[in-house]
């Protein structure tokens, strides 16, 4: 998935695109949106070792990072329409 991911980066960034919603890159990847907290949490960590890498950055601005609103009681939501930058 992080290869994927990495390769759709580089294809909008010569589109002179420098941000975009997480949804948009991985529709560019060919990966569908994850749907259960399992392919949330993989697909965080993809994005967390591409940010690691200096590919990518967290632009979500949710109070979890990476697109996850947590509530006072732990539980946490995710949406695919937060933005990353590369």
Excluded: H, Y
């Excluded at 290869?3 to 991985?26: F, P, Y």
């Excluded at 949490?41 to 940010?51: D, F, G, M, P, Y």
């Excluded at 601005?61 to 990353?84: E, I």
């Amino acid at each position: 998935m992080k290869e994927e991911i990495r390769t759709a980066v580089e294809a909008l960034k010569k589109q002179d695109l420098d941000e975009m919603t997480v949804g948009v890159v991985l529709e560019n990847a060919g990966i569908k949106i994850p749907q259960g907290e399992v392919e949330v949490k993989a697909l965080i960590a993809c994005l967390e070792e591409l940010e690691s890498e200096g590919v990518i950055s967290d632009c979500s601005g949710s109070n979890g990072g990476w697109g996850r609103t947590v509530g006072a009681d732990g539980s946490w939501s995710f949406s695919a329409g937060f933005k990353v930058a590369f």
